[in-house]
């Protein structure tokens, strides 16, 4: 019986099927050991039974129920189901626990593809809050598995080294992420503008993406004031922070602000640019911890590293090395930040006095000078924020020669 064939009779007719033989099973009597396998065998395992003790102290067992038995089954073959969508959450949550004791989401080649099937079913159960401070390596390693998550709410990229052309920008500006991303902070990335203009050119041009973001952190960039009117764009955005910046603060910046995206300047920090509550959640909480566990038990490259940097400096190129190490910018401390680089914005409430949004219009008020312009003034500080402007003067020469390149 341990390599027989399997013979079925069908409509009266007896024929043998090739691809279906008989395995043994380690542990059990050949009575009870033959089992059908095919592609992916379903062998009876220890994990199939439940062992206990009676009151004698005999080791006694019984089998697990048969929707436990084939959860197992399905969480090892996960790759392989073609949907999701339509199970309640009770089973995919099971499921996921499942697969993700299993391992399956350490799998290079299988987790993606799991990842998305669970995404693409229960949205953001799967996560919706996912915290990658500081944590470059883990986007580098998992890119393929971090873009499955198309229902976040919630985005830290802060300190990631996301560069001017990452490839996570595409991402960022999907259709999948545009009617939920909500918070969004890529600070600390050594974004230019060009970075910035590049990563809002969907939107700009072809409106679409980030259509929901109203939180924007992109503190400890080289951005200058220049890069204030790509973010016009973005219907919703409510709170920016763009401390420790090439933006000066003063009344010039106060008004820019005000006319390009309708945001006055905090003098309290905000709640939102607070990262001590920045967290992961969801069912995939546990998955990306442990990305990050396996991926500190590899073979560390320091050493390599450091053999590098001594060749080209050998052939005479330090120079060159010296610009590879200084491409990662340096993160400031959040304590060291000081009260002048703190530069947080926000709308103000409806109904109140936009304060700060005219910062010339106390001057106005002291000289008694030009009475009619300063009631003028006084009319605008009291009005709602500007409308963004028209899609007529969207694209300028900077969007053309972006498109050029493309």
């Known amino acids: 019986m341990d390599a027989s064939g399997v013979f079925v009779r069908e409509r ?54 048969l929707f436990d038995i084939a959860l197992l089954f399905v969480a090892g073959n996960v790759q392989h189901v073609d949907s999701l969508v339509g199970f309640p959450e009770q089973i995919g949550d099971r499921l996921f626990a499942a697969a993700e004791e299993n391992r399956v989401f350490l799998k290079p080649d ?43 709410k919630r985005l830290d990229l802060f300190g990631c080294r996301l560069g001017d052309n990452h490839e996570i920008f595409q991402h960022l500006t999907s259709a999948s992420l545009a009617s939920c991303l909500i918070q969004l902070f890529i600070g600390c990335n050594g974004l230019s503008d060009t970075g910035l203009q590049r990563l809002t050119a969907p939107v700009r041009i072809m409106r679409k993406g ?124 959040g304590d060291a930040t000081a009260e002048e680089q703190r530069l947080h914005f926000c709308k103000p409430p409806a109904g109140s006095t936009a304060n700060g949004s005219n910062p010339d219009r106390t001057c106005w008020n002291a000289s008694n000078k030009r009475k009619q312009p300063s009631e003028k003034r006084s009319d605008l500080s009291t009005a709602s924020p500007p409308m963004k402007r028209a899609s007529s003067s969207v694209l300028n020469a900077d969007d053309m020669d972006l498109l050029d390149q493309y």
């Open 110 to 152: 299988v987790s993606p593809r799991a990842l998305r099937l669970f995404s693409d079913a229960y949205g953001e159960m799967v996560l919706g809050s996912l915290c990658l401070r500081n944590r470059f390596p883990l986007l580098s390693e998992r890119m393929a598995d971090i873009k499955t998550f198309h229902s976040l």
């Open 210 to 333: 980030l259509d929901c973001l109203q939180c924007l952190d992109v503190s400890h960039n080289p951005l200058s004031e220049r890069a204030l009117r790509y973010l016009k764009c973005l219907p919703k955005l409510d709170k920016l922070d763009v401390s420790s910046t090439s933006v000066k603060f003063g009344s010039r910046l106060k008004s820019s602000m005000w006319e390009l995206l309708g945001l006055t300047y905090s003098e309290k920090a905000l709640d939102a640019f607070d990262h001590s509550e920045c967290k992961t959640q969801g069912w995939a909480e546990q998955v990306v911890n442990q990305w990050e566990t396996n991926g500190a038990q590899m073979p560390k490259q320091k050493k390599l590293d450091e053999s590098r940097i001594s060749a080209l400096r050998f052939f005479g190129r330090q120079k060159f090395v010296q610009e590879v190490l200084n491409a990662a910018p340096l993160c400031r401390n």
């Open 12 to 65: 009266g007719k007896l024929h043998r099927v090739s691809d279906i033989v008989l395995k043994p099973v380690v542990g059990f009597s050949s009575s009870s050991s033959s089992t059908c396998r095919r592609t992916n065998p379903l062998v009876l395992r220890k994990e199939h039974f439940v062992f206990t003790y009676n009151a004698e102290g005999s080791l006694r067992y019984s089998s697990k129920s």
